[in-house]
């Protein structure tokens, strides 16, 4: 009896199967999300374009801020158009190779969301601990080296992804039960042993999200006390004001994504995968979506360049 041929041990494309159990409401489940995919690009691109013409917003904090815009609207970019043509037009085939790079970004970007959280809170740590110091410590030289030690942080990181899902083997058929190729779920697909990639993708999550955590969580617990010990009422609704986008940009980020990454290792049998792929999905387009809202909703000088850029001069802030 021969063996299995290279081209089951390497499958030539995958079939990317949306929402399983929900295939009939598809449609349905499709205008949500694009829905929310406009409001992200159109929103996060705005963003990005008032930063860099607007003279008021030349500063670290909203340098981070278009860095994350950046890193949001290209994470949505590489999932959602892809999964709309699943749902509208059943285009599910997907390149093997397309596949991993599309897996590879994904992880990437996410962990660069993560990195640019943590690198905001640590601006508002210096704003509010060091306001004296905050334009000298923090130099444009100073926030590109971050933003791309950031970067290659994610990259080195999340490479070996690739080459652990491209050694499987294959030979279980080619339907992945989601809507984009995400680690786990492209390794499930192999007959042979991928431990490894289980035990690495744990490690790297933890490694990035404690880390990251911890930083943000020391950069408050500092805020918080700098903040409490300021004699005016004034000043400390102010300061508390400066981190409330922040906040949260965090909580929209990290309550999803915590969600996801549990229930994809521990939960399987307990929640439903239908809910878990649509919950995995908004973990990539609710931040996206949301992040320019909360900034634009609650950051005065964001509010006010908004209002210039639509009406001119026109009108006069006090």
Known sequence: MSGPNSSSLSPGFFLLNGVPGLEASHIWISLPFCFMYIIAVVGNCGLMYLISHEEALHRPMYYFLALLSFTDVTLCTTTVPNMLCIFWFNLKKIDFNACLVQMFVVHTLTAMESGVLMLMALDRYVAICYPLRYSTILTNPVIAKAGLATFLRSVMLILPFTFLTKRLPYCLGNVIPHTYCDHMSVAKMSCGNFKVNAIYGLMVALLIGVFDICCISVSYTMILRAVVSLSSADARHKAFSTCSSHVCAIVITYVPA????????????????????????????????MNPIVYGVKTKQIREGVIKFLFGDKIVFT
């Open 258 to 289: 915590f969600f996801t990454f549990f229930t994809h290792r521990f939960g399987g049998h307990i929640i439903p995968h239908h809910i878990h792929i649509i919950v995995a999905n908004l973990y990539l387009l609710l931040p996206p979506t």
